[in-house]
């Protein structure tokens, strides 16, 4: 399965928010930046991610977003199943399939992209955000442990 730049840009967002401070607020400019990705791209991401409780977004001119979850309340399959228009592996709808109603490929593709996304659920942000992470993300930022 492969992801859409959507889900991408989402988890780089993530990524990013959960390599700040708790609750300090970054602007979409800064990620942007960042990430060399469009201001506009992010600003979708950044709406889904909003209106589904994983970011918080301050309005203002000091405002900004940053993590609504604590990191190990975020699943890499919540992520992927909020980002994917859809998850469907096979359109077996199409005008012209021949052999829609004998073929079985689906029933193995269903099954196996569940097991990919069970898979999933079981790791969080907190599994892939760590200190060489953030350092990568934030070169400048000197961590005190």
């Known amino acids: 399965m492969q992801l859409t730049k959507q889900t991408d840009f989402a988890f780089r967002v993530l990524i990013y928010l959960a390599s700040k401070k708790t609750g300090e607020l970054s602007n979409i400019q800064m990620i942007s930046d960042r990430y060399e990705i469009s201001k506009s791209h992010l600003m979708k991401v950044v709406q889904k991610l909003v209106s589904h409780g994983l970011v918080t ?40 399939c021949k052999i829609k ?24 942000l907190a599994d892939i955000v760590n200190d060489t992470i953030r350092q990568e993300i934030f070169p400048d930022m000197i961590r005190i442990s």
């Open 57 to 96: 977004s301050v309005r203002g001119q000091h405002g900004g977003i940053y993590l609504e979850k604590e990191l190990h309340e975020i699943t890499l399959r919540e992520v992927i199943e909020l980002m994917e228009a859809t998850l469907t592996p096979v359109n077996c709808d199409e005008p012209g």
């Open 101 to 124: 109603e004998v073929c079985q490929l689906k029933i193995y593709l269903v099954e196996a992209q569940n097991q990919y996304l069970t898979y999933l659920e079981q790791f969080t």
